[in-house]
């Protein structure tokens, strides 16, 4: 028999709105320190809704959700994962991955993977809280998801000047990516989260409605089947086309509702 919870996900599984008219900051401005700031708060609200404590024994992860400007566009930093992987191959995901005993936190695991996996130092990445709740992946672990901002190689934070001043902008071509982990990484504006070209509505779990984003045509050298490695995309999504899915379609759909964006 269904859980409750699952009956309820199903009875409202169209209630899942797009408005970007209510969302917290703009969607196609790029980010200010007041925007950010606006972020951090909601975001702070949003954890006082859930405790989720960790479980001694339980296997953990931790990703990052790394916005930014691009050509002063804002938006998510994102990685199509190598397809020669043993899990997860070929499908968009965060920087992030295990938490080892070596890290301190969560967040120093998420950071850590970070840094090897698109070469940004800890010094770059404004880190601006925690959400969730945080769900188990299909390979069991709990994955804890982490938003911070990302600043230009180089580039320093600064409290001074207007709120309303755009931050500094990155230029991928300066990451370096792990070719073992990663086949390439891109940008993701914002405004992709509310374009009825790209959004597809879909089920977390086989319950809980959310929106998976399709970004074919964001990643440079993907054809329809291979990443641009040339190796098979296994896990890009429906009919053929590369999407924001699954657990990191789930989180990107938790982070617009945070934003109000998604109702």
């Excluded at 001694?56 to 691009?70: F, I, K, R, W, Y």
């Excluded at 001043?165 to 086949?183: F, K, R, Y």
Aim: glycine letters at 10%; charged letters at 15%.
């Amino acid at each position: 028999m269904l859980s409750r919870t699952l009956i309820t996900a199903a009875a409202h599984a169209s209630s899942l709105h797009i408005q970007p008219s209510t969302s917290i900051i703009s969607l196609t401005s790029p980010f200010t320190r007041g925007s950010l700031r606006i972020l951090q708060s909601a975001i702070i609200e949003h954890a006082t809704n859930y405790k989720t404590p960790a479980i001694p024994g339980e296997v953990n992860a931790a990703v990052l959700v790394p916005l930014c400007n691009v050509d002063g566009v804002p938006g998510v930093l994102l990685e199509l994962r190598g397809g020669k992987l043993r899990s997860h191959a070929g499908e968009v995901s965060f920087p992030g991955g295990r938490v080892d005993p070596a890290d301190v936190s969560f967040l120093a695991a998420a950071l850590r993977e970070t840094q090897e996996e698109v070469g940004l130092d800890n010094g770059q990445i404004d880190i601006l809280g925690q959400f969730g709740p945080p769900e188990r992946s299909l390979m069991g672990l709990r994955v804890w998801p982490y938003v911070g901002f990302v600043y230009p190689s180089g580039s320093h934070r600064t409290d001074s000047g207007s709120l309303d001043d755009p931050l500094p902008s990155i230029s991928l071509s300066s990451l370096t990516i792990s070719q073992d982990e990663v086949a390439t990484i891109f940008h993701l504006p914002l405004s992709a989260f509310t374009s009825p070209a790209r959004v597809r509505p879909d089920k977390f779990r086989a319950a809980s409605p959310y929106w998976a984003i399709d970004v074919s045509d964001l990643v440079e050298g993907f054809d329809g089947a291979n990443d641009p490695l040339g190796h098979p995309v296994v896990g890009g999504g429906k009919e053929g086309r590369l999407e924001v899915w699954g657990l990191t379609g789930w989180y990107m759909s938790l982070l617009m509702k945070i934003l109000k964006v998604y109702t």
